[in-house]
């Protein structure tokens, strides 16, 4: 890149205004402002010419967007998940990586323990009864839950998010034990009420609440299959608020509809924004559409954190959220 032409920057998808007024103060900015995954064509019409693509979770960033792009510096992605991005590819081609993590921790963990609230009482489905106009009397079994007080939540993946379900979960009177690739820290595991870590068998067996918050990768695709499902407790509820293709949702909703487990809090799904049709008309499932990070401080804090990353990049600084293959 000329030092005396402006960076050019395209921004794939629609980001809060601060974030572009960031990116604005770094360079020639194009950005497309629709909610609409913007086509194929029209992006690689301005990649041509791009120095740094700012991208969403809908971009597949993969050999045929970087060939779209052969002047690109760097790839930050407005999103703590980058399992949309080759980062391989991308680093075979000296094109830097970049992602948001932490500012989405909270609100991702307040989702999650929602899900699970909507899920152990019922009240997707209390709320789709009202909404149905169809008859109803109180009545002393109605609609009967499961309280937390007291019940075990297992985490699979005790990374920010996961830590952060934790503690919420802990308010609520939960025990916590966890897998992850290693052992938090034993204050950690402490605050948390002596937490435990546990292989993915005992955890599954052991667990009444079930909460996915661990990255997607080869290694985590469908770890959550039929005979994961069957390792659980038939009164077990499984939550999912990381990424879809962790979950086998063929499986899913079978254990659903059968009685393998009582139910499930969904936020990702296997193929977004598609749905499994098997699990639309079950009563005990929960569906929501992605709302993890939608709060509009967390959305604006993701995209001035991707517009920190290009800010740096381009003024020779090192990327302050670098993803490496």
Known sequence: MNPQTPAKIVVTGRIPEAGLDALRAAGDVWAWDSDEVIAVDVRNEQLAAADVAVTLLTDKVDDAFLDAAPNLQLVANVAVGYNNIDVAACTERNVQ????????TDATADLAMGLVLMSTRRLAEGERLIRSKTPWQWGMFMMLGTGLQGRTLG????????????????AFGMNIVYHNRRSVDEATEQLLGGARRVD?????????VVSLNCPYSKETHHLIDIDALSLMKPSAHLINTARGPIVDEEALAKALKTGLIAGAGLDVYENEPTVHPGLLDLDNVTLVPHLGSATVETRTAMATTAAANVVAVLGGRDALNPVTA
Do not use: K, Q
């Open 97 to 104: 990586v970049t992602n948001t993590p932490g500012v989405l």
């Open 200 to 208: 993915l068998d005992e955890l599954l067996a052991t667990s009444d």
């Open 155 to 170: 985490i699979v993946g005790m990374g920010g998010i996961g830590a952060a379900m934790a503690m919420r979960a802990r």
